[in-house]
């Protein structure tokens, strides 16, 4: 691909796609990072899609052209998946947010790719719906599908990979194909809606997605619990998880988050390991689940244990965890945040927390611990100078030594943020041969790799 | 591939397998035949696995003479998915029989694909575990993976796309890849563990599973309630699941399998659509789960609402459900059972049922109906000769009108037994280009077709 291509590429976009295409500073800026540390890397031409038509026409012209196309929703990816590495078209889905069709006795919905979380979020309450997964950031759920996302819930409903019933995909030649229909279950062939969430855009561009949904609980409880430390507080996850106590959420806040978010917003938390945790069911159910949670935090050194269900006073219970990810970057205004996502085996867990605790405090550079410590997934978040090439070294070792533990411990580098450009490396100490089968999907369903090059691995 | 070929393979296999391989006339019998209705179609060669090793040394021999390999797990599948169709190797997994790992801390352990179903559950339960999919035969957990199986419990714990954490597979040219580790969720990379989850043997051969397991509950209480229609059933069914209540397992008997399971078994059942539940929980969880299903079961008409929590009370009250598939074959002594499985939105489920009943009510051929409700998925169990063509006609109509009202309804024409070679047509039918996308997959992956050739697609 030389400028020729690209400049004859984006006279002909302009012709047929007219103000849904633009090639200014400001658009390609925005269109050019992400919330990853990673230097900006901003793509030729930015095209807004209205509908699964534009897509494909958009597909056609780069694979003619053989020009580079990367999905955008909303850029609140984490490893600079919507970097333009190679240059060429992001493609922005935003305008594509129609919820195309609720259906409260299935429950289920089918929507573009352009939705965002608080919008579907907005939209489903209506009806009494929710749709469980919330990473921090109000991404898109097309882009969310996309880098196989999770966050606080996921030990009860699963991540999105377990969510999403079928897609529409327009293929690297512009055609469009479907995943499957509004089942709950199928038996039937290859599992391609699987293959594209987390493919990060490299296979395909998601233009509809058919997800599952829940009824918004009768009841639900918060809870707040100190621990003197991440042993006991993993030690009762555990037991609960075992105990089949259907938990929702249960996330970790290790000493430096509880301090960081006491600095940030004044808050008094002890400044201990603290898990928050959250209750879905009936009122009766939610009561026994709460007793029983209650039982195994005591015989775990649990204490201050704190209950609320109307929701003003769950926000308040809650508001530590809300603002840690706020505390953190309050650390070191000006700088940007890393958050690495490792996911282990829950008898690792104490352990990972312990060694990655011991060598963040070796470090200059400030930083805190929290998780969805029910799946084994913990976040470190390291404020950095992305411009001081010292810091990034030591920031990259931290990130680096981190991963190396979690793999020994059968874990994985990234639980919910994906590979991007951010961990290609550690995607092949993880999986080594398998990544060629990957390399040799991406090659067959993308023979002139223009789908988000550069990503997830190299060819 | 020709006789030259078979013959030269066989010699080699015999050289460096030995004992392994066999060319009896009754393992070959034996490993031709699956429970369709399909003619036997028998292998050239049975070749026993012992370890990784052997399925790499069958594998590769395949490979340099281009000869079938079909893995055999216990022979249990329902769409011919283990015959011969061009002749070849029957690899037989089921010696490859170890538990590798329990983790009851992890809640995960580590086995070989020719581990049963009850052989896992009877390891799993000395450490108060289990592992939920359960197709109604004992099948090896490696077939179940490779046809994307469920059962009664996937309405609770998912199938087993959702419980397989990773697997190692050998590929068609021999090698061995891991698809991932330990960790309870990941965003590395694309998701080849579903990949492999539902192919059928046509990518890989499934040699090693890592699978989530859970604790068995604490409680269990199991309830049988009857209706005057099957709407009244479905619609109990809808409520549940929109409130929440976490039902384990619901089960869906229609008049016509309750008449045949009261023939075959003696029982006393009242001859109307009856549900069957099942709760799993703390003692005030499943407490408040049944008093909850009981004023919704009411509602819609439910009559004669009983309760077990002990064993033999429990197994006594599903006696007519554990009974449905005998009492189905004894309609007709010396038949097939043609089973079907379609699977569709819950808010289609009783008109769907109601259409195959009046289907199969103007057939000759004797049938029932009975479903895994709660994920709108239902058999119809036809009692048919193999033999005799007439038969086997009207069957395969009434097969095709029923995928075809089921893709109508935006659901599947196979919620759990797959495709193998019975279901092909409808596949097409089914997801029509995406069909391609399988096909380039399979062609990368296994470019000279050696793979269980013939199965899920045609090249």
Chains 1, 2 share one sequence.
């Not at 500073?25 to 209205?50: K, L, N």
């Not at 097309?142 to 999403?164: F, P």
């Not at 993308?446 to 997830?456: F, H, Q």
Request: aromatic share 4%; with cysteine.
């Amino acid at each position: 691909m030389g400028t020729t291509e690209i400049t004859a590429l984006v006279a002909e976009l302009k012709e047929r796609l007219g103000a849904k295409v633009t090639t200014s500073e400001s658009a390609r800026a925005i269109h050019g990072r992400d919330e990853s540390v990673f230097p900006p890397q901003p793509p030729d031409v930015v095209v807004m899609a209205a509908a699964v038509d534009d897509v494909q026409e958009v597909v056609r012209l780069c694979n003619r052209y053989e020009v580079p196309l990367i999905p955008f929703g909303a850029g609140t990816s984490l490893e600079g998946h919507i970097h333009a590495v190679s240059g060429g078209v992001s493609l922005d889905m935003s305008a594509m947010d129609r919820v195309l069709r609720v259906s409260p006795e299935d429950l289920d919905c089918t929507i573009e790719p352009g939705v965002t979380r608080l919008a579907l979020e907005k939209t489903l309450s209506r009806d009494g719906l929710f749709f469980p997964t919330d990473p921090g950031a109000d991404a898109t759920i097309g882009g969310m599908a996309a880098t196989r996302a999770s966050g606080t819930n996921a030990v009860r409903y699963g991540t999105i990979r377990d969510l999403v019933l079928s897609m529409k995909v327009v293929l690297s030649d512009g055609s469009l194909i479907s995943t499957g229909g509004r089942a709950r279950k199928s038996s039937a062939g290859y599992d391609l809606t699987r293959l594209f969430i987390g493919s990060e855009g490299t296979l395909g561009v998601i233009v509809e997605l058919t997800l599952r949904l829940f009824g918004i609980p009768e009841t639900i409880a918060a809870a707040v619990c100190s621990f003197p430390t991440v042993e006991d507080a993993v030690a009762t996850v555990t037991a609960a998880i075992q105990l089949g106590i259907p938990m929702a959420r249960i996330e970790l806040l290790d000493t430096s988050a509880i301090k960081a978010v006491n600095a940030h917003a004044g808050l008094g938390n002890k400044e201990t390991p603290t898990l928050f945790l959250e209750f879905h069911g009936s009122p009766a159910g939610v009561k026994d689940q709460a007793q029983r949670l209650a039982e195994i935090a005591a015989d775990n050194n649990g204490a201050g244990l704190e209950w609320a269900t109307n929701l003003s006073d769950r926000n308040h219970l809650w508001r530590a965890r809300h603002q840690a990810y706020f505390a953190a970057l309050a650390l070191r205004p000006g700088s940007r945040a890393l958050s690495t996502d490792v996911c282990v085996p829950i008898s690792a867990l104490a352990g990972c927390i312990h060694d990655a605790t011991a060598d963040l405090e070796r470090s200059s550079l400030p930083s805190m611990i929290f998780g969805h410590v029910g799946d084994g997934n913990f976040h470190t978040i390291i404020l950095v100078d992305p411009d001081d090439t010292v810091e990034m070294d030591e920031v990259r070792g931290l990130n680096q030594r981190l991963v190396e533990r979690a793999l020994d411990a059968g874990g994985t580098c990234t639980g919910e943020h994906g590979i991007g450009t951010g961990k290609i490396a550690y995607l092949e100490a993880e999986l080594g041969p398998a990544v060629d089968v990957m390399r040799r999907i991406k090659a067959v369903l993308d023979p002139k790799n223009i789908m988000n090059p550069g990503k997830i691995f190299r060819l």
